[in-house]
């Protein structure tokens, strides 16, 4: 009976703010930044869908991982209104997200790998950094951590 009553009535904001974590604030912002829909009662009270928990979830932990909320706002149009998304709807957003990720995780397992050796930032301040980036050639590639963002060491010379 209490499951009826809620899928009629919908989440308050504190029930979905109790289960995502999120600040009560927090959740009326990403109503304002067009990320959740949630609809009023007859009192005008907002009142939340269960998938809403999915949505703000997604933009929590995507925000986490650096994604921007322009990115996550294009992200959730594909997903459609009034129902409640399908796993197929939300395997379209992993699609998409997936090449991102992959980037992020080969570059966060970089950094993680050659940060204590030369990363071709142009500080030669490791012994190393006169190997590997001699008079810090790989610069004429471009700017920043040049072995990090991709560069090979074969680039330098």
Not at 6 to 21: E, F, N, W
Request: net charge positive; aromatic share 8%; proline share 4%.
């Amino acid at each position: 009976m209490q499951n009826k009553c809620l899928a009629k009535s919908g989440l308050s904001i504190g029930q979905v703010s109790d289960r995502t974590g999120l600040a009560p604030s927090a959740i009326r912002f990403y109503e304002e930044e067009g990320l959740v829909f949630p609809f009023r009662t007859d009192s005008g009270q907002r009142r939340f869908d269960r998938a809403d928990i999915r949505r703000l979830s997604f933009v929590m932990i995507s925000q986490g991982l650096g994604f921007t909320l322009p990115q996550i706002r294009e992200a959730l149009k594909s997903l459609p209104e009034g129902r409640t998304p399908t796993k197929r709807d939300w395997e379209r957003i992993s699609g998409r997200f997936r090449r991102d990720l992959d980037t992020r995780i080969a570059q966060m397992q970089a950094l993680r790998d050659k940060l204590d050796g030369c990363i071709g930032c142009g500080c030669l301040s490791l012994q190393n950094c006169k190997l590997y980036n001699p008079e810090d050639r790989i610069a004429r590639k471009g700017q920043g951590p040049r072995y990090l963002l991709g560069d090979q060491v074969s680039d330098a010379t």
